[in-house]
């Protein structure tokens, strides 16, 4: 696209990193913060991709990890020194209570439909939903707090009151099915799932444990979880 | 201990890492090897503790994650590109066949038995299993194997054909059950397990991707997997 290059900053690298989660997986969070803070160091398009984890763990037969005794503690540690280490302010993560996340990934999935340009809306969306459950305990399900997180992230009370009608139809419901069928579709087994496309070759992550290694896999450079 | 602090080289920094491994697992291997690669610069007594992977799959009633095709193979693009980047050279790990290693890892278990003074050997052994197990797919049962994997470790034809006998014994049986149940202890629930002591605190890791954040734990710092 010759005209396009001309224009500076519409230069792609080609390089795409497709985030799949969901607000109620902390290390989903982990992943986001880190690939927000990296999108431009690594010069990638970072697509953001709300899915639902009940989705992708029943469609990949695979078990929740806080069903089992011991990873459930040694998650709860881990999560700790995580979220110290990626300065992301979980609190109390010990508090890994099942909540079924249709409700509010419906909510995003709507603000996603609802912004043509980009993903900014989404990105605070997710912010202020997995503050909400991660540092300070609050429902992520009532109207009335998903109309906060709205107008947190920058909507109007009328813009937020669309929102909510449009997170309960059918084209919404059908649109974060097909996320998370998307994500099957790359064999996806839990969230956070990470999928790296750079020079022609595609390569998929789990966890938020593999940065280091996406950077190898890029071409480019891992400074640690604050690189600036 | 002022007597032996004069000593120089005994002096302790009373940080340990004891490292929860077995030879059928490829992480397990990895971490191994960052770990003989890092005991010196972070100054750390590196503790191997062989154990039995099918004992701690049980005793924790965790599955293992190559039972899940879509995990399965995950893991081996994961392992991969893994083994490129840490310079472990593992050959298709895609032939992840699942493999009892009940034999080998008493083997191992018999030459942490002799060897009393530190665990050169120990390493040695558990490397050229892994060696063989991953990189040539060549047998790790069978007499014949192990003798060759115990020559190469340095052992003499007669020092090996002891240790075979000894790892036939109940002595030998009971102290790999014994280190498993260690493991178990720490609420274990997969191998490689890593337990960290410094300072009077203890931090358990899973798997071999959190040796960044276990620099982080001990005041050290990651260099990457290939710190000289």
């Known amino acids: ?120 809306l989404v990105e605070k969306v997710s912010r202020e939903l997995w503050k909400r459950m991660w540092s300070t305990h609050q429902d992520i399900v009532q109207p009335a707090s998903l109309t906060e997180v709205g107008i947190k992230a920058g909507f109007s009370a009328n813009e937020v009151d669309d929102i909510l009608i449009l997170a309960k139809s059918q084209q919404i419901k059908d649109r974060l099915t097909s996320i998370t069928n998307e994500a099957l579709k790359y064999k996806c087994f839990g969230l956070p799932f990470i999928v790296v496309q750079v020079d022609g070759k595609a390569g998929v992550f789990f966890g938020s444990d593999r940065f280091e290694l996406m950077a190898y896999f890029l071409g480019e450079k891992w400074f640690g979880p604050h690189p600036t």
């Open 1 to 120: 696209m010759p005209a396009r290059s001309l224009l500076g900053p519409m230069i792609s690298s080609g390089k795409v990193i497709k985030l799949f989660y969901d607000i109620s997986s902390p290390y989903s969070w982990l992943a986001f913060e880190v690939l927000c803070r990296y999108k431009n160091i690594w010069n990638v398009e970072l697509k953001l991709k709300p899915a639902y984890l009940a989705g992708v763990m029943y469609g990949s037969g695979n078990q929740p990890p806080v069903l089992n005794p011991s990873k459930l503690l040694y998650m709860t540690s881990d999560l700790t020194l995580l979220s110290q280490y990626f300065g992301v302010p979980m609190y109390r993560p010990s508090k890994l209570i099942k909540k079924d996340s249709v409700i509010p990934m419906r909510f995003v999935t709507a603000v996603a439909e609802k912004e043509k340009d980009g993903d900014d």
